[in-house]
């Protein structure tokens, strides 16, 4: 056919594709009718009973959705509705939701309570668990899968009435501190929880909060006492000081650490029952062969056993926090040295700061989650470095094993499972008698930044008759923290050797960043470490971060707002033996000839550390430019020569 006006084509072509469309219109049309003919079919082939007889056609594709088909009772859903039209599917799952509780969280997170005569079972709605179980309900009752649209379209539905006629509830994972309770998810199929009280603790078939479970949780086993299965109390606990003192550290036999680094080990255990931000980072350091990664796996396995026990690295901070969520106890292996934005995000982890990310499939809406959990990391090389995060850790160094120590990974295993539940059970009296006697003990005090922790352990181990370690190696470990975060600083240590001949240093950034650097910059170590300061406003923010390290041993950094801007003065810390090199103090400068024994401060009044107490004194000028602080003086300090070398020692009444 020639076509000689061009419209004449566009009105051929348009007459075609409106063909087409109706052709696939009537095809659809005609294979829904298949359909509905099909479904009709299916329907009236119902098989026989058990007993051979023909079943009540009234009772055809219809169950009891209050126990899932599990012979209990409740609201019985049929495929028809009341006119005896046929139910699309949407509304049938939404009819199997019914009978379960819906709740929300403070986060707008959907969820569904499902209940069956042996247990309670919290799923998110739009979790993998609750589409299987609304799938499942569906296949029972028509013997065939429900549509994935359908399921969206149901799912819709029921998050709506959860997020608007739901109750506002809170959700855990594996561990819920409640105050004066507390309880951890076995993750078993019965959905039961273990209770631990003052007084006790004891298994529940039933929880009394909402626990979430990821599908690589594993189950833990029920905990028993060595000597009976009954559940004790804590009074009959405390009778037996041998026993409680063999369970806890029966664990010592499945984790490769020294006899003085044990209490951190029983320590982050309790930590990790406790169920309290901030929790601690375990550091488990060593050479290769000295079972950093079993202990790892050994230590999470005991509260919560996974799948997925001992991570790889994740690729980024983004990773590392979607791993966090979806467990309770974080452990990664075989870490080599952290970057400074990694390190951060542990921090933030195990402090529990919240995170923020664009909610998918839109474009304003941000949704906001707290992350708090403890972790365990792995390494062969010191993994942390960074003050903050040293700070936040404890740090095991692991010893290496002897050939007589090693043995068959698989035997030591099934060991282990075996010993699980007296372990368990060990550290459960432990977690009551804490909670018990908890408000008996007072503030310890320690140089790490964990406060309730060591009071908390100091109960437990006082009132199980155990030898009280914690407080002490805990407060030397941070110190070696605080040690290795200075050596491994190049910035901390140009400050320690800036100060060596000053008391006192008082500037601007600029001219503190400007001074470093005309000293110290040019240094090879210093530019191959690549952290180095390039900017005032970074050096700014690394002063910052290492002024509570420096404070402990070297030097006090103080920041001021002036008219002209921040001013910053640096002032030498140092504990005073002697006031022998007080001699070479110049007034005008504060500058020493000598590297000090004893912190001097600024200006005329200065003021020292003696065993940790702070006491003052006068500089003055005589004798030696110490006039006024000699022993004729009616000073509140009192100096005496030495006979054997002739310096004047101080001595205060603190």
């Known amino acids: 056919m020639i076509i000689k006006d061009p419209n004449d084509y566009y009105r051929i072509k348009g007459a075609v594709a409106l063909k087409q469309i109706i052709d696939d219109a009537i095809t659809a049309h005609n294979a829904g009718i298949k359909q509905m003919f099909d479904d009709a079919q299916n329907e009236k082939a119902v098989p026989p009973s058990e007993d051979g007889t023909a079943p009540n056609s009234d009772n055809v594709a219809s169950e009891s959705i209050a126990d899932g088909g599990n012979g209990g009772e409740g609201k019985v859903i049929s495929h028809m509705d009341d006119l005896g039209h046929k139910k699309s599917q949407p509304t049938v799952l939404i009819e199997m939701a019914d009978d379960c509780e819906l709740f929300h969280t403070s986060d707008d997170e959907a969820y569904a309570v499902v209940k069956t005569p042996t247990s309670r079972q919290v799923f998110a709605v739009r979790s993998a668990g609750f589409r299987r179980y609304l799938s499942q309900r569906y296949f029972k009752l028509f013997g065939k899968g429900v549509g994935n649209q359908a399921l969206q379209d149901a799912l819709i539905t029921i998050e709506a ?4 006629n739901g109750t506002l509830r809170q959700v855990y994972k594996r561990v819920a501190n409640l105050g004066d309770r507390i309880y951890l998810d076995l993750c078993d199929e019965k959905w039961r929880v273990i209770e631990v009280t003052a007084a006790g603790w004891q298994v529940l078939n039933c929880s009394p909060v909402m626990f979430t479970r990821t599908k690589d949780m594993l189950s833990i086993p029920e905990p028993k006492h060595a000597a009976s299965d009954a559940i004790l109390s804590v009074n009959d606990l405390i009778k037996n000081k041998e026993e409680n003192y063999k369970n806890i550290y029966l664990l010592k036999r499945f984790v490769n650490v020294r006899d003085e680094d044990y209490p951190l080990i029983y320590a982050f255990i309790l930590a990790c029952l406790l169920g309290i931000k901030p929790y601690p980072v375990l550091l488990l350091q060593g050479e290769s062969g000295t079972g950093k990664t079993t202990t790892a796996r050994n230590m999470r396995g005991l509260i919560d056993p996974s799948k997925a026990d001992v991570l790889g690295k994740p690729k980024d901070e983004n990773e590392l926090k979607t791993c966090a969520n979806n ?44 992350i708090a959990r403890p972790i365990i990391l792995n390494g062969i090389d010191d993994i ?24 068959d990974e698989q035997e030591l295993a099934t060991q282990y499972n075996q010993a699980k539940p007296v372990i368990l059970a060990a550290f459960l009296d432990m977690l009551s008698v804490g909670l018990r006697d908890y408000d008996k003990i007072e503030k310890i005090k320690t140089s790490g930044r964990f406060v309730s922790l060591p009071r ?29 975060a200075l050596e491994t600083s190049p910035l901390a240590q140009a400050l320690i050797t800036f100060m060596n001949l000053k008391a006192i240093w008082t500037g601007t950034i600029g001219e503190l960043f400007q001074q470093l650097n005309d000293r110290f910059k040019t240094d090879s170590l210093t530019l191959q470490s690549g952290l180095w300061p390039k900017t005032p406003r970074y050096l700014s923010g690394e ?3 290492l002024a509570p390290q420096l404070r402990q041993t070297h030097i006090d950094i103080k920041t001021k707002k002036e008219s002209h801007g921040m001013t910053i003065t640096l002032e030498k810390v140092r504990k005073i033996a002697s006031l022998a090199s007080l001699a070479s103090l110049n007034n005008k400068n504060n500058e ?27 500089i003055i000028e005589e004798p030696s430019h110490i006039k006024g602080c000699d022993a004729n003086d009616a000073n509140d300090a009192r100096f005496s020569k030495d006979s054997n070398n002739g310096a004047m020692t101080w001595e205060a009444d603190l």
């Not at 009435?161 to 608007?164: L, M, P, S």
């Open 161 to 164: 009435k959860a997020n608007f």
């Open 384 to 407: 942390a470095s960074r003050g903050d995060l040293l700070n936040r850790s404890f740090q095991v160094n692991l010893p290496q094993l002897n050939d007589d120590k090693r043995g």
């Open 543 to 545: 002063l910052t971060r």
């Open 327 to 370: 467990s309770y106890i974080l452990a990664i292996d075989n870490l080599s040295g952290l970057s400074k934005d990694f390190s951060d995000v542990v921090c933030q982890i195990a402090t529990g700061a919240s995170s923020s990310k664009r909610k998918l499939y839109t474009d304003n809406d941000v949704e906001t989650y707290e």
């Open 456 to 484: 908390f352990v100091t109960a437990a181990e006082r009132g199980l008759g155990l030898p009280e370690l914690f407080a002490k190696t805990y407060d030397k470990n941070t110190k070696q923290g605080v040690e290795l």
């Open 592 to 618: 020493l000839q000598d590297e000090p024994s004893v912190i001097v401060a600024s200006g005329l009044h200065h003021s020292s550390v003696i065993n940790d107490e702070v006491a003052s004194f006068s």
